[in-house]
């Protein structure tokens, strides 16, 4: 079964400063799906970016990006110039490509505050 | 285009009953997933619905269960209901579930089991 793990349960950051949160799974597949969502406070979850495990580039997403290592199974989130309406919980997800399951699987999530 | 609508948003039960949850996809989207959202036990997977069938399922017990309808409208149901049942439950929708696709969530149904 795949697992992905979230190490920090908290981070801060300074506005404007740059904060990386860590992910990483564990997998026997060689073809998957990485995702990072943000769950703002009584707010919906939305989509922040992307990793096809196929593409060795790294996904950016204006200041977002992340640090795709295939072998290591981590993937990182680099949120460059954090802005207020960062803060957030921050849930690393993983699924496989098959059409027709649309189940992700979720670390635990970090919370990230941001510091005026 | 109006997203993902879930209803009703709060929920107070007691022990022992059931409960109806409602999720509205994004116009056009067929497919609907559920999740179960704890402190302790995160976001969990519970099923997937896809033109009226159920694709997926998790690992929850029987007392949970779903439906969908030609509309693309999906409810999920839990009898018996237990103090652990206490969560936030999500529902996502997508076009079809294809690989390619974005899930778009709601913003959720909050039930606190008493």
């Not at chain 2, 209803?7 to 067929?30: A, E, F, N």
Request: with cysteine.
């Amino acid at each position: 079964a795949q697992t992905v793990t979230q190490s920090q349960p908290e981070m801060s950051v300074q506005e404007a400063e740059t904060v990386t949160l860590s992910c990483t799974y564990d997998t026997s597949e060689s073809d998957y799906y990485l995702f990072w969502y943000k769950q703002p406070p009584s707010r919906q979850m939305i989509l922040v970016i992307r990793q096809e495990a196929y593409k060795q580039q790294n996904a950016t997403e204006n200041r977002f990006s992340v640090n795709f290592q295939k072998a290591a199974k981590s993937f990182s989130l680099k949120i460059s110039d954090s802005q207020l309406g960062d803060a957030a919980m921050y849930f690393c997800a993983y699924r496989l490509p098959n059409f027709g399951n649309e189940k992700l699987t979720f670390g635990t999530g970090t919370r990230l505050t941001i510091i005026p | 285009k109006a997203g993902v609508t879930q209803t009703p948003r709060y929920l107070i039960k007691t022990r022992g009953q059931q409960v109806t949850l409602s999720c509205s996809p994004i116009s056009g989207h067929r497919s609907v997933s559920w999740y179960q959202q704890t402190p302790g036990q995160g976001l969990q997977f519970l099923f997937e619905y896809f033109s009226e069938t159920q694709r997926n399922k998790g690992n929850f017990p029987g007392r949970f269960s779903g439906r969908q309808f030609s509309n693309s409208r999906s409810e999920m149901n839990v009898s018996t209901l237990e103090l652990g049942d206490s969560a936030l439950y999500l529902c996502a929708s997508s076009f079809d579930g294809g690989y390619e696709e974005t899930q778009y969530f709601g913003p959720g149904t909050r039930l606190l089991v008493l």
